[in-house]
């Protein structure tokens, strides 16, 4: 507010002091004291003075005072200002490095930091074994050589592979006498782990392989996976994938990656899976169990939907139904497994068989002997409060697609959204 003069009220600003003589010098003396000496008296603090000029001055001082005081405020305004807006730079320049580190982290947690792929991660965690003593030299070069060779034949090299679990689980329920009154399993799946090569990011690659093993098994899949006999290397796949982009499968999906998967360690998902398939002309479908339906977080719906899958015309009095079904890709946020059977208990609780590629091939060999007490199906099993994620996918195949079907599967890819369970 601009300072106000003291006779009169009116705002004068700066001009205070000139405002002051020019209107009212005729008021800065007062009458005497009566012993005829004249005083004057201050119109801003009313100190009475003896003399004119001391009093103008004084009054000087005042208005110099003033005047003093409204330029540091305003000095002070404009550094405040100033502060406030260095400070504001400050915090914009902290927020854009914040959210340039974890777009880093998250290129580098789903392998698109172009840190190298299979290859490079299966050389360097070799390279770490000899360091620390666990591998021998001679057997590195081995593995090596064996290595490169599987990748230049695009085949896996099958050291991870455990065959023959899904029998095995087939005797096994035929004599458990406990507590299981029906299960479905899949038809014949051999269990992939992750290796030196994919340890991290490989699961959606392994839970393919596996799908892909079952299939192989089954002559109604003969026509579409003509050109498929073995299974396929991880890198292999990855030149699947983009190879299914480029037929124009799933373009928003592709754009995700840059096109481009082959030579890198990026993670893949349901919508990887299913055009992958799809470009292979085998049927399926995605479904999204895109909330929980159960109390607790659970899911019972996604478990009561794997039972129609595996016991739709497989229903009947036996016990054990090994079934044609080929196994299910199941998705979650962080990782992924496969589906390859269902239990139903006498009390008609549900409880899903899942081959999970982190579990390694030590392990999953157990089951080949199996225990008269099952005690190692733990690996396998999981009940409906074990799977409590917010959000499940699964692809399904269910089917061959003709050449026209396979054309109109891709159109609608494009628009790609999955079926989800109300």
């Known amino acids: 507010a601009l300072p106000e003069c003291p006779f009169c009220g009116e705002a004068a600003g700066r001009e205070l002091e000139a405002h002051v003589r020019a209107r009212h010098g005729h008021l800065l003396g007062a009458p005497g004291t009566g012993n ?12 009475t003075c003896t003399n004119i000029q ?4 004084h009054v000087d001082l005042h208005l110099e005072e003033q005047s003093f005081s409204e330029g540091g405020n305003r000095r002070d305004l404009e550094l405040a200002q100033q502060l406030q807006t260095a400070e504001d730079k400050w915090q914009r320049s902290e927020e854009e490095k914040r959210e340039k ?4 982290k998250l290129r580098r947690q789903y392998g698109l930091d172009n840190s190298g792929g299979y290859k490079q991660q299966f050389l360097k965690n070799m390279e770490r074994e000899v360091d620390r003593g666990r591998m021998q ?3 590195y070069h081995k593995r090596k050589a064996d290595m490169m060779e599987s990748l230049a034949f695009g085949i896996d090299d099958g050291k991870t592979k455990t065959a023959g679990v899904i029998e095995a689980l087939c005797k096994y329920y035929q004599n458990e006498n406990k507590d299981v ?19 991290g990011w490989g699961c959606g690659y392994r839970n393919f392989q596996m799908l892909l093993s079952s299939l192989l098994k089954n002559s109604f899949y003969n026509d579409c996976l003509g050109d498929t006999t073995l299974i396929p290397s991880i890198p292999k796949i990855q030149t699947m994938i983009e ?3 480029r037929e124009g499968f799933d373009p928003h999906g592709a754009s995700h990656f840059n096109n481009r998967l082959h030579g890198s360690k990026a993670w893949i998902g349901a919508c990887e899976i299913y055009s992958l398939l799809t470009s292979l002309r085998i049927k399926c479908q995605i479904i999204d169990f895109h909330k929980p339906t159960g109390p607790m977080g ?5 478990f009561e939907w794997v039972l129609r899958y595996y016991s739709t015309d497989n229903e009947g009095g036996a016990k054990v139904v090994c079934t044609s079904k080929p196994p299910i890709y199941l998705q979650h946020q962080g990782h992924s497994r496969t589906v390859v059977g269902i239990e139903e208990k006498k009390n008609k609780t549900l409880c899903l068989i899942l081959f999970d590629p982190g579990c390694p091939s030590q ?6 002997k199996q225990n008269s007490d099952g005690s190692s199906l733990k690996l396998l099993r999981r009940f409906v409060g074990s799977l409590k994620e917010k959000q499940y996918q699964i692809v399904a195949v269910d089917g061959v697609l003709s050449l026209e079907e396979k054309a109109a599967r891709c159109h609608a890819s494009r628009v790609l959204t999955s079926e989800k369970i109300p």
């Open 36 to 47: 005829g000496e004249q005083l004057y008296e201050c119109p801003m603090c009313s100190l």
């Open 54 to 57: 001391i009093l103008e001055e």
């Open 101 to 104: 580190e974890e777009f880093k």
């Open 137 to 139: 030299p001679f057997e």
């Open 181 to 199: 009154r029906h299960v479905w399993l899949s038809a014949g799946v051999d269990h992939f782990h992750s290796s030196l090569g994919d340890r």
């Open 243 to 245: 190879d299914a982009w």
């Open 298 to 302: 659970t899911h019972p719906r996604l």
């Open 363 to 368: 392990e999953m060999q157990k089951l080949l």
